[in-house]
């Protein structure tokens, strides 16, 4: 059964940082692109950033662009995606999920993503 978990969230203050983790199991999670995406109260899910199953292409959402950093250890079925200079504008949950088919990399949309987690909580406030 494919499952992916994250975890990482918490309360931090406008200019801190986060890191959130991604584990997967359940499938082979180096053959697969992986996104971050996120959901505020009231918005529509959006994608914050993906990475193709090398690890060697990466997306972001203009929004989070030179702050937020995702990365991946093949091999340990984890992506990560580091936050820094945190906004209160970045408070939402943040999802991780896979693509439908190995070794695709589509835009990093979440229509394109499946498997979803539960989700982990970031929120941004002083």
């Known amino acids: 059964q494919v499952q992916l978990v994250e975890s990482g969230g918490g309360l931090v203050q406008p200019g801190g940082s986060l890191r959130l983790s991604c584990a997967g199991s359940?499938?082979?999670?180096?053959?697969?692109?992986i996104g971050w995406f996120r959901q505020a109260p009231g918005k529509q899910r959006e994608g914050v950033s993906c990475?193709?199953?090398?690890?060697?292409?990466?997306k972001y959402a203009d929004s989070v662009k030179g702050r937020f950093t995702i990365s991946r250890e093949n091999g340990k079925n984890t992506v990560t995606l580091q936050m820094n200079s945190l906004k209160p504008e970045d408070t939402a949950v943040y999802y991780c999920?896979?693509?439908?088919?190995?070794?695709?990399?589509?835009?990093?949309?979440?229509?394109?993503?499946?498997?979803w987690g539960q989700g982990t909580q970031v929120t941004v406030s002083s």
């Open positions: 999920a896979k693509v439908r088919y190995r070794w695709s990399f589509p835009a990093c949309d979440p229509g394109e993503y499946y498997s």
């Open positions: 359940g499938f082979i999670m180096d053959y697969y692109a």
């Open positions: 990475i193709n199953d090398s690890g060697g292409s990466t």
